[in-house]
């Protein structure tokens, strides 16, 4: 991280993320409520929560398949099965760090966890069977000719992430912090599947109704803001899993999801298009577009939209003009380990 790196082109990288773009947060909007996305800073870190909070609605868990999970664990139980409704509870309290790096970066994140998820796999109606030896539970991609499989998890988080990254081509380095606490329902539904020779792809559909406290950069003069997941907008995706049923794939072929903030009335909207993650490129995506709208009431809205291509640069820019928004997924629940 001691690389030499031009002065001007890495001040420039560092305050996309760090520090505001002159308006203040305080400015009314037409309907007399307060534009939380006023000010860059705060937009991009809650653009980067959105996205990352999206992503860890898809991962199915792939303890459902394997025991290499991408997600740290750190106390996994089926015990209290009986009469309780739950299939498994699986728990996370960690302090640790990831390294990340490609061609065009190499990232670290310092990464604290304090999570709970309580999972209920059902298929029509019957609570599935978890493996109280294995702690896991398993279900043949077989069982959805008798129905679809649901995934209904209750969750509770707190989540903390330093991340330190340099760009190797300009080199740029930049530091961006990203703490969240979130609770609420997530819904994965598991409605069809193919197989194409050793693989196996699952065709599911995500919904959530989720609360999440984010905490803004100390420069915004705020101390967070509240994103309110709408349920209303499900998004399907499909999950390729390998032989060994570990996932290779995850592939959003369009969709969106919409957060209310409610100080302010605003909606951020992130919409894909043909979004695919790979299990080599973990948390940065490989292919598809990505934009992230902030509706406002009474205002014209705000567009920003990127297209994924590997090892390109991670910025998505406002359609009709200058500003850009960097976009940060590493350590995310497909790579947290």
């Known amino acids: ?3 030499p790196r031009t002065p001007a082109r890495a001040a420039t990288f560092v305050i996309l993320l760090l520090s505001g773009c002159g308006t203040q947060i305080g400015n009314p909007t037409g309907s007399g409520l307060i534009r939380v996305t006023d000010n860059a800073s705060t937009l991009n870190t809650l653009v980067n929560a959105a996205f990352l909070q999206t992503v860890d ?4 868990g792939d303890y459902a398949y394997s025991r290499l999970e991408s997600r740290v664990s750190t106390d996994r139980n089926c015990d209290a099965q009986v009469g309780s409704g ?3 509870v699986d728990k996370a309290d960690s302090r640790h760090s990831v390294i990340d790096e490609s061609a065009a970066w190499y990232a670290k994140s310092d990464l604290t966890i304090k999570r709970s998820y309580q999972d209920a796999w059902t298929q029509n109606g019957e609570l599935l069977a978890c493996d109280t030896t294995a702690r896991v539970l398993r279900f043949p991609h077989e069982l959805l000719e008798q129905g679809t499989v649901r995934l209904e998890s209750q969750v509770d988080e707190e989540l903390s992430r330093s991340l330190f990254l340099t760009e190797k081509k300009e080199k ?3 530091q961006h912090n990203l703490s969240f606490k979130k609770t609420g329902r997530r819904t994965l539904e598991f409605m069809n599947f193919a197989e194409k020779g050793s693989e196996v792809t699952l065709v599911a559909q995500l919904s959530n109704e989720v609360e999440s406290t984010i905490a803004l950069p100390s420069e915004t003069g705020v ?3 509240t994103l309110q997941l709408q349920e209303r907008f499900p998004l399907e995706f499909s999950v390729t899993l390998d032989q ?3 996932w290779t794939r995850y592939v959003i072929p369009s969709g969106r999801q919409e957060f209310i903030i409610p100080a302010s009335g605003e909606v951020l909207r992130l919409e894909f298009r043909n979004v695919t993650l790979s299990r080599e490129g973990g948390c940065v995506p490989i292919g598809g577009q990505l934009s992230a709208t902030v509706v406002r009431p009474n205002e014209s809205n705000i567009r920003y939209s990127m297209t994924f291509q590997p090892n390109s640069p991670l910025i998505m820019k406002r359609d009709g003009g200058t500003d850009s928004l960097v976009l940060a997924p590493f350590a995310c629940v497909l790579k947290e380990r």
């Open 1 to 3: 991280m001691h690389s």
């Open 57 to 60: 609605g898809i991962n199915m």
């Open 86 to 88: 739950i299939s498994l």
């Open 172 to 174: 740029q380095e930049l």
């Open 223 to 225: 101390e967070s803001a």
């Open 244 to 246: 060994s049923k570990q």
